[in-house]
């Protein structure tokens, strides 16, 4: 069965830090990589596709890299609105399978 | 403008049934296809099924295979996804989303949450 993990979990952060969060595929998806933003009650808002494609209108200081099994969201500069969950999914086919998840907070 | 609007809440009794409906428009329904996705407290964000409106091809992820049905209908542009046996941790958020085959999820319906419970 195809995997997604990330890494961490969870983590805290101070405003301003550089945060990056890991995704792993059990096999190769070339750059067949998005990454969403989730909060309470809204709709999954996508940052980042092909990897490391900005959506139009996401800040920034949101960046992503990697290809093959092995991929990175970067936020540059944490900001207070960034409190949220953030998952990677692949896309090239089924299964679309998500990660995780990594839940990012303030310390 | 591209719309996905999705029925309304519901809240079902263990061991039945929900089936829950996508109404799309502002686009050529049968030249995409779609995904469901389900939000838990528990286990985030589930991939749960694709379907292809061209030709009513259906893929699930192996932890629903048995349990789900996605299923279109071209004259109403309109999704279903009727999942079954439910059980208390099947409480969730289920969201359609427009997804074309090999390209990224576009679009997303509003969510429709589903309450299991005695």
């Known amino acids: 069965d195809f995997q997604m993990t990330q890494s961490p979990s969870s983590l805290s952060a101070s405003i301003g830090d550089r945060v990056t969060i890991t995704c792993r595929a059990s096999?190769?998806?070339?750059?067949?990589l998005a990454w969403y933003q989730e909060k309470p009650g809204k709709v999954p808002k996508l940052l980042i596709y092909a990897a490391s494609t900005l959506q139009s209108g996401v800040p920034s200081r949101f960046s992503g890299s990697g290809s093959g099994t092995d991929f990175t969201l970067t936020i540059s500069s944490l900001q207070p609105e960034d409190v949220a969950t953030y998952y990677c999914q692949k896309y090239d086919g089924a299964p679309l399978t998500f990660g995780p998840g990594t839940k990012v907070d303030i310390k | 403008q591209v719309q996905l609007v999705q029925s309304g809440g519901e809240v079902k009794k263990p061991g039945t049934s929900v089936k829950v409906s996508c109404r799309t428009s502002?686009?050529?329904?049968?030249?995409?296809?779609f995904s469901w996705v389900r939000k838990t407290p528990g286990q985030g964000l589930e991939w749960m099924g694709w379907i292809s409106a061209n030709n009513g091809n259906a893929h699930y992820a192996q932890k629903f295979q048995g349990r789900v049905t996605l299923t279109t209908d071209s004259s109403t542009s309109t999704v279903y996804m009727e999942l079954r046996s439910l059980r208390s941790d099947d409480t969730a958020v289920f969201f359609c989303?427009?997804?074309?085959?090999?390209?990224?999820?576009?679009?997303w319906g509003q969510g429709t949450l589903v309450t299991v419970s005695s």
């Open positions: 502002g686009f050529i329904f049968t030249s995409y296809g």
């Open positions: 096999q190769d998806i070339t750059n067949y």
């Open positions: 989303a427009r997804k074309p085959m090999g390209q990224i999820t576009d679009y």
